[in-house]
């Protein structure tokens, strides 16, 4: 595997060239990525490269100073020119430096550079060059065993709910130094979007947050795993924690421009709380909460600590399981949305976005019941009518945001309450029954003549108008009446007397009952609201 050091003082530049091709299937592998000539030649010193891609141009020590005291340290180093510059005095002082050859870094294309990179002639290290790597191989081993050490951490704290547990990562400690063993881990992701990303915007993504950790003192890139990107930062023990926190969001609202500048694509970040590093698996899932709260507000940098997440308690969960059934069964799915969102949108404590989305899937499951009990309806035709939403529950899983999920059940409920039309007007019976009773309702309404005006009898009126609306006659009738008698208080200066004898009850005192019964008010209580 063959050695490549790349340096250029432009962020876009060295992102792209590590993600311009698959460097290791091809036998190459990017030992280091530098933004000057000074931090390259630095490098130099500590370990052994093949081949240096290098700009020209570059602040403090350009590319040909640079190339000059890498060919004293090492005279086997192959060197790649990438410059924005057609310049020949350039080009002429590079060839007398035994540059291999020279590229346009912006006009490049990857067959072009694997091309240039393959076409190099490479001898194997005289024993002076031979002892040169020996003294390097110490350094190179503490490398692959701090990246070791990054691939168990990320494997070891992946979803996990750690208390406080043994830690043993002495290469991890050993980069923070005399600072403390005080840390936060934070938890990068891009915005959510339907088509996802690719493998070149991810690797993109990781490469220019992995250079903006490098930069900051107090700050260690671990890795990428499972679309997030992670990392922790130190508090030194002289420091604030606030402090420790101010470096997290400088890195976090760096790369947040970033993205947007390079890649148009939007940050989220979740820091967690500072404790110590034997807490490290705790302060992972803490970061990966902060920046589940993106579900309610999107792009942005949430700390885990300024906020506060809870479960839906279980007595509640009960009742909310109650109250989804029953808006279901009586077709009442605009309340439902309403309800559901205007819970949503409330300050205070934050459900955790999976407690919502586990209601979405209640939703979900109770408007699959409704079609295939109560409508008969088999998968073929629901997915018929659900298209990409079938099956409804995962439909609601894919969600990523209060917007997407909301957004999602509206079309569940709109699509269910197309679906519920079209079925009854296939029914018409239930339309002329509905008919009769919002145009008759202050007359004697008899479950047995309706029966009769529909040729049914009692027993199978009752069951099929349960079965189609949702609810009992009995209970629609009192329904349609009670709203009208709320419209007349409203609209009328009717007393209470005169508005029970048009709603149909002949008993003002029954009435009252009644209408306590289904709005859970007095009527006193109702007209003093206006």
């Known amino acids: ?228 990107i992670h990392g922790i930062g130190v508090i030194a023990e002289e420091a604030a924690p606030a402090e420790g926190l101010r470096e997290m969001r400088q890195m976090a609202e760096e790369l947040t421009a970033a993205w947007a500048k390079n890649l148009n694509i939007g940050l989220i970040a979740g820091i967690s709380s500072s404790s110590h590093l034997a807490h490290i698996g705790q302060l992972r899932l803490e970061a990966e909460e902060a920046a589940s709260l993106s579900f309610y507000q999107g792009a942005g940098i949430y700390v885990r600590d300024e906020y506060e997440l809870a479960m839906i308690a279980d007595q509640d969960w009960l009742e909310w399981y109650k109250h989804v059934k029953s808006r279901i069964q009586h077709l009442r799915f605009k309340e439902l949305i309403d309800e559901l969102d205007d819970r949503i949108d409330r300050t205070g404590t934050r459900f955790y976005p999976s407690e919502w989305l586990r209601l979405g899937e209640t939703v979900a499951v109770q408007l699959t019941d409704l079609l295939i009990e109560r409508y008969d309806l088999d998968v073929d035709r629901i997915r018929s009518r659900f298209g990409s939403l079938w099956p409804l529950p995962a439909a609601v899983k894919r969600a990523r945001s209060r917007t997407e999920f909301m957004a999602v059940l509206h079309e569940l409920t709109a699509k269910t309450q197309d679906t519920v039309s079209a079925m009854q007007v296939s029914r018409g019976w239930v339309l002329q029954v509905k008919k009769h009773v919002e ?80 709005t859970g008010q007095t009527v006193k209580q109702f007209k003093q609201r206006f």
């Open 1 to 228: 595997m063959r050695k490549v050091m790349i340096v250029d003082d432009e962020s876009l530049v060295r992102i792209g060239l590590q993600s311009i091709i698959e460097w290791e299937p091809r036998g190459y592998l990017i030992a280091g990525v530098f933004k000057n000539g000074e931090e390259a030649l630095a490098a130099a010193r500590l370990q052994s490269f093949d081949v240096v891609l290098t700009d020209i141009r570059m602040p403090g020590m350009d590319g040909l100073a640079l190339i000059r005291e890498l060919k004293l340290l090492d005279p086997q180093l192959k060197f790649i020119i990438l410059s924005s510059y057609n310049d020949f005095d350039y080009m002429r002082q590079a060839i007398q430096l035994g540059v291999k050859d020279y590229i346009s870094k912006y006009e490049m294309e990857p067959e072009e550079l694997l091309r240039v990179l393959d076409s190099l002639q490479f001898t194997e290290p005289s024993s002076s060059a031979g002892e040169s790597v020996k003294e390097n191989l110490p350094v190179q081993g503490a490398v692959e065993r701090l990246l070791e050490e990054k691939r168990q951490l990320l494997k070891q704290t992946a979803g996990e709910r750690f208390g406080a547990s043994e830690t043993n990562f002495p290469a991890i400690r050993s980069r923070f130094g005399q600072q403390g063993e005080t840390v936060r881990w934070i938890c990068l992701r891009p915005v959510p979007r339907e088509s996802g990303y690719s493998q070149a915007e991810q690797k993109a993504m990781t490469l220019q947050a992995e250079e903006i950790f490098r930069r900051l003192k107090h700050m260690e890139f671990i890795g990428e795993d499972a679309g997030c």
């Open 439 to 518: 145009s008759s309702y202050g007359e004697p309404i008899r479950l047995e003549d309706m029966a009769e005006k529909v040729n049914f009898s009692p027993n199978h009126f009752s069951q099929r108008f349960r079965q189609e609306t949702g609810e009992a006659f009995s209970d629609y009738v009192v329904r349609i009446r009670i709203r009208e008698a709320i419209r007349m208080y409203r609209e009328t200066d009717f007393s209470t007397d005169e508005i029970a004898v048009r709603v149909g009850y002949t008993n003002p005192n029954y009435f009252i009952k009644v209408f306590k019964k289904v």
